[in-house]
């Protein structure tokens, strides 16, 4: 039997990474042109759960296998192979169907095989043991998360999908994934980059400021004061304690002290986000929410894969992505004020900077894809 190299490890979230912004660009363009019985939330639905569960959850759970243990055994690897069929065929089924029997089905199936994979992991990880730890409590955070869709089923069944308990499933779910496991995945293998040395303390802190922000999903469905406060508490821990670590950082290279500033910024951002005003104004705004979850995704997540991906990157590459994600993030916050500066609707505008991001996305992807084979 051939060996499992990294190079099978990838290609699966490098190839879904492509076809997710192919999709994403697609629901750009449907939006800009405002093209009849286009079916919007069927092939957003998909472009979600593939970048989600193709590109991001995949990309990280390669770089633990690779970089915390000596190496993904060939029982994993075949959990790991099924969890691919699963996202393949939620691609080609929320497209088709939406949220139906096969979409409902194999999104349970990846959930579950998830699950079997991560206790795997978490028997083989090996290296500094408080690195090690934040791993596990990301793996802990993955079990929480699922709660959120467990609740989905009986909250329909007693015909509460209008309640505000609904949307809060949905965002406890997404929550304990963008700042849960998945942020300390990354938080982790940033670490391991670095010469920091944590302790029982950080991780304390960490984790308890990462629960605390959940608090900000509640701001979306109910109006209470201490939301605000257990929200900003848990920015405010989280932001000084990625500060505190910022000798140990500038020691790093330069893509990881990159990493690093802009680790930091979203940390700050979510301070002001605590904000009654500004939290307000996300609520009402999904412009905000959107340039909010992109600044996580196209800002951190997916910078901090490709830095890791087996795979040297233009420096021209990396300009034109940050210019692109950055003209992005300024029309989704200010789209009044970029539509008037370029005399076009703020739809079309979008689509120019995704066309930007989509094609860095497919020069990198495809060019791994290509060499790899």
Not at 15 to 40: D, H, N
Not at 50 to 62: D, E, K, S, T, Y
Request: charged share 10%; with cysteine.
């Amino acid at each position: 039997m051939k060996p499992i190299t990294t190079k099978h490890l990838w290609f699966y979230p490098v190839l879904f990474g492509f076809l997710g912004a192919a999709l994403g660009l697609v629901l750009r363009y449907a939006f800009a042109e405002a093209i009849p019985e286009f079916p919007l939330k069927n092939v957003l639905h998909s472009h979600s759960h593939v970048m989600l569960l193709g590109l991001l959850f995949n990309a990280l759970i390669v770089l633990l296998w690779t970089n915390f243990t000596k190496g993904i055994d060939r029982i994993s690897f075949r959990y790991y192979i099924a969890l691919q069929v699963c996202v393949a065929v939620m691609l080609v089924a929320f497209i088709i169907q939406g949220y139906a029997l096969f979409t409902i089905l194999f999104s349970t199936l990846h959930l579950w095989l998830s699950y079997i994979l991560l206790i795997r992991l978490w028997k083989r990880l090996k290296g500094n043991k408080f690195i090690v730890s934040l791993i596990k409590i990301g793996i802990i955070f993955h079990f929480i998360s699922s709660i959120g869709p467990y609740c989905l089923g009986p909250l329909m069944a007693m015909e509460m999908q209008d309640s505000p308990w609904y949307q809060q499933a949905i965002f406890f779910y997404l929550h304990f994934q963008y700042f849960g496991s998945l942020f300390l995945w990354l938080l982790a293998g940033l670490l391991q980059k670095s010469t920091v040395i944590l302790n029982k303390k950080h991780l304390i802190i960490i984790t308890l400021s990462l629960v605390c922000l959940y608090a900000h999903s509640l701001d979306y469905s109910f109006n209470h004061w201490s939301i605000n406060v257990v929200g900003g508490l848990g920015s405010i821990f989280l932001f000084l304690l990625i500060l505190s670590l910022k000798k140990a950082f500038l020691a790093s290279k330069k893509e990881y002290r990159i990493l690093y500033g802009i680790l930091l910024t979203i940390a700050f951002a979510n301070i002001v986000g605590s904000i009654p005003t500004v939290a307000l104004l996300v609520e009402d705004n999904r412009f905000i929410l959107i340039a909010w979850l992109h600044l996580l995704f196209l800002g951190l997540f997916i910078p901090f894969i490709w830095v890791e991906m087996p795979q040297k990157i233009t420096k021209t590459t990396w300009m034109v992505y940050g210019i692109a994600v950055l003209f992005s993030e300024l029309i989704l916050v200010f789209p009044n004020t970029m539509s008037h500066l370029f005399a076009i609707s703020v739809m079309w505008l979008l689509f120019v900077a995704y066309l930007g991001v989509v094609l860095c996305i497919s020069i990198v992807h495809l060019t791994y894809l290509f060499n790899s084979k």
